[in-house]
């Protein structure tokens, strides 16, 4: 997985619905692996996918498709996710227009809701899960 480009907001955006985008693909997979793995918590995987679907109405429309991503979830993804809400966070204490602050800070808060329950998907131990 590459880092997104966390340049211009109009960049931070878009390499956030494509991050959020994938990030939901990955965790309906990770929701398919656990009813093979208990190790998993399918549960917590269709709130991450949730979650990080919420986060993308909240953006501007990503292009191509999400499950081409290269998304694997992971804990590596966790820690994304958090730095994308940050930046995000950030942007919106920048923003002048009231509904771009409304919809930046919404974004980062379902972002960091998808990286807390991701985390809580997978195992301690693991890594990333394909």
């Known amino acids: 997985m590459t880092k997104p480009n966390f340049g211009t907001p109009d960049d931070v955006e878009q390499a ?11 965790a309906h997979a990770l929701a398919d692996l656990a009813v093979r793995d208990d190790r998993y918590d399918q549960l917590a ?6 979650h990080a679907t919420e986060a993308t109405s ?14 694997e979830a992971g804990h590596g993804l966790v820690d994304l996710l958090v730095s994308l809400a940050d930046r995000l ?40 899960a394909r």
């Open 89 to 128: 966070d950030e942007l919106a204490q920048s923003s002048a227009d009231v509904r771009q602050l409304r919809d930046r800070h919404m974004a980062a808060l379902n972002a960091r809701d998808a990286a807390v329950a991701l985390r809580n998907a997978l195992p301690v131990e693991q890594g990333t």
């Open 16 to 26: 956030a619905a494509v991050l959020l985008r994938g990030t939901a693909a990955a």
């Open 58 to 71: 909240y953006l501007p429309l990503p292009d191509g498709d999400p499950d081409d991503s290269g998304v």
């Open 45 to 50: 995987a269709f709130a991450a996918a949730s």
